[in-house]
């Protein structure tokens, strides 16, 4: 077998041959695209439906399930599936006006990680696991986790399909749809319930502390890029694939985490939709939409 | 006696609302009983009343959403059920939050196929009826703004729009002219009264001012001191009637230019102009 190149070259395709040449980093842009393409779409809705803090709630009370499955010798994956499971069902049956429930998430997000962080302590052995949970390590992806990143990737968007026009309805038209009959509390808890999986892929590959930097930020981009959820959820879709490619190329040369990249080129390139192109676009479009568009709007 | 005879057989046909005896509210507690009405097509109806006193419970009551207490109501002729699409509705809201970036459009076509499951690929016949309800609601300009950069009034229009879409034969409005000001508010009446005569549809509006609407209204439903009084403005809007209704001495007022005023209730809901 032979050793593969691992130095910088000016010629972009034979880094990417090089890059490619390594096993782990194909496991890694495999794992790594399967995920963003799943973030990519459901986060569109979570910021539509303006879930964010719900998901970010479940993620942790993810963590807490990772941290026992550690603890119990199971699969972290397991423990994040059965948690942020839980945590998301949960807050769907708290009711149609949840994502409002701050309070109430905050006092359960706080006690998961307070659980986790028991947990951790509890086990004895090797701390890594519990630092790939909280900030992923997607470079330690294995063949076998991507194929089950696949096949969730596959049931996820086989559901947001089935799930789409009534979802992106009620997200939309909450009364409207429900007195038009949609099953609220169903849907909610469908929609919860991938975002759960979605979710506990996504940690692989962010961490459950980073893993708004592609469940939400893409999402929150995507929404100042296109008006058409189609076209919306493709930008999202986009963005997060970019960002997860790039971040895996550039710490591929770097000593530091891919996380991080990831989570820095969303933010960068959400600065810049966000205060750059709309306002130049939307002011093309009507002149006072810049004096509407609200910055603080608790003042 | 034939006369008689041929009436009764055309408003049985036309009753598309009726109820008799019928009560609602909630946790046991009913808000209004003993409620008895018909509404046939093309009728345009206010719907009056205190804050609190069951305007929004009567809708809900007729969307099949809650269960009256007592009494029957039929829609259509049958029991009211979820989901009707015969029935266009507009809920009492008051903002869309101003970061909604989604095109008016989406929503209007929504109203139409927003209820079936599965993604939808060529999506070329909803496009359309929503391009047509937003003409018929006069908010075809508004298509391709974002909803969270609407204003109260042209929110209205794209709401109405939604509603129109599947074609309804009963349009329930919930307070649509709240937030308007006066130029909007008869911008929009005009709209719902054009669709309400150029359609046949059934249109309940509730609202505050009966003022704006009396040029328009067929009937008008008041709802006050857990009952209700229904019938012609100048049935219902009398000094009597809403005396009887609110067990307080209420004195209705009229102006040269048919402008109404109720006094001896806290919120007066003609207010003068």
């Known amino acids: 077998m032979s050793i593969c190149p691992s130095a910088f070259s000016p010629n972009i395709m034979t880094d990417v041959a090089n890059i490619w040449c390594w096993s782990f980093m194909r496991n890694a842009i495999e794992a790594g695209t399967l995920t963003a ?124 399909g089935v799930i789409y026009r009534p979802l992106l309805f009620s997200s939309l038209d909450e009364d409207v749809a429900e007195a038009k009959g949609m099953p609220m509390l169903a849907l909610g808890i469908a929609f919860m319930v991938i975002v759960a999986v979605a979710v506990s892929f996504a940690v692989e590959v962010t961490g459950v502390l980073l893993v708004f930097s592609l469940m939400v930020t893409p999402g929150a981009t995507a929404q100042y890029l296109a008006s058409r959820p189609s076209r919306a959820i493709l930008a999202s879709v986009l963005i997060a694939l970019f960002a997860t490619w790039l971040g895996l190329i550039i710490s591929f040369y770097t000593p530091y985490p891919v996380s991080f990249f990831i989570t820095g080129e969303v933010f960068g390139f959400y600065l810049f939709i966000r205060f750059v192109y709309a306002r130049l676009r939307w002011e093309k479009i009507s002149p006072g939409t810049l004096l509407r568009t609200p910055v603080d709007r608790s003042g | 006696m034939a006369e008689m005879f041929a009436e009764s057989v055309t408003s049985e046909e036309s009753e598309l609302i009726k109820a008799e005896n019928l009560a609602a509210g909630y946790e046991g507690q009913a808000l209004w009983s003993g409620a008895s009405f018909s509404f046939g097509k093309g009728e345009f109806v206010a719907i009056l009343g205190p804050n609190g006193a069951g305007k929004t419970t009567l809708f809900r009551v007729l969307l099949g959403l809650l269960r009256p207490m007592k009494g029957r109501v039929l829609m259509f002729g049958s029991a009211p059920r979820r989901g009707n699409p015969h029935i266009g509705y507009i809920p009492q809201r008051h903002t869309i939050d101003t970061e909604t970036n989604v095109e008016c459009v989406e929503l209007v076509r929504l109203g139409l196929t927003g209820t079936r499951w599965g993604f939808n690929l060529s999506g070329d016949d909803d496009r359309n009826a929503a391009w047509a309800a937003l003409q018929a609601a006069g908010a075809e300009g508004l298509a391709h703004r974002r909803l969270g950069s609407l204003s109260g009034g042209e929110l209205q229009r794209v709401f109405l729009a939604e509603a129109l879409v599947s074609n309804p034969d009963i349009l329930l409005l919930d307070e649509p002219l709240s937030n308007l000001d006066i130029k909007r508010e008869t911008e929009l009446l005009h709209l719902v009264n054009n669709v309400v005569r150029t359609r046949g549809v059934t249109a309940l509006l509730i609202a505050h001012n009966i003022n704006p609407l009396l040029p328009h209204m067929n009937k008008v439903m008041y709802i006050a001191g857990g009952r209700m009084a229904t019938g012609t403005p100048a049935q219902v809007l009398t000094s009597e009637s809403l005396t009887r209704l609110y067990g307080v001495q209420v004195e209705v007022l009229k102006d040269p230019h048919g402008n109404v005023a109720i006094i001896g209730v806290e919120e007066h809901h003609g207010d003068i102009p």
């Open chain 1, 37 to 160: 393409l799943i973030a990519g779409v459901t986060g569109y809705f979570v910021v539509l439906r303006k879930s964010a803090f719900t998901a970010h709630a479940f993620s942790e009370i993810g963590f807490a399930g990772a941290a026992w499955a550690v603890l119990s010798g199971v699969s972290p994956l397991a423990g994040l599936l059965i948690g942020s499971n839980i945590g998301g069902i949960g807050i769907a049956l708290l009711g149609r006006r949840a994502t409002n429930r701050d309070t109430q998430i905050g006092i359960v997000l706080a006690f998961s990680l307070g659980l986790g962080l028991l947990f951790i302590s509890l086990y004895s052995g090797y701390a890594e696991q519990t630092y790939a949970i909280l900030f992923g390590e997607i470079l330690g992806v294995s063949p076998d986790q991507v194929l089950e990143t696949a096949v969730a990737a596959v049931m996820i968007l086989v559901g947001m």
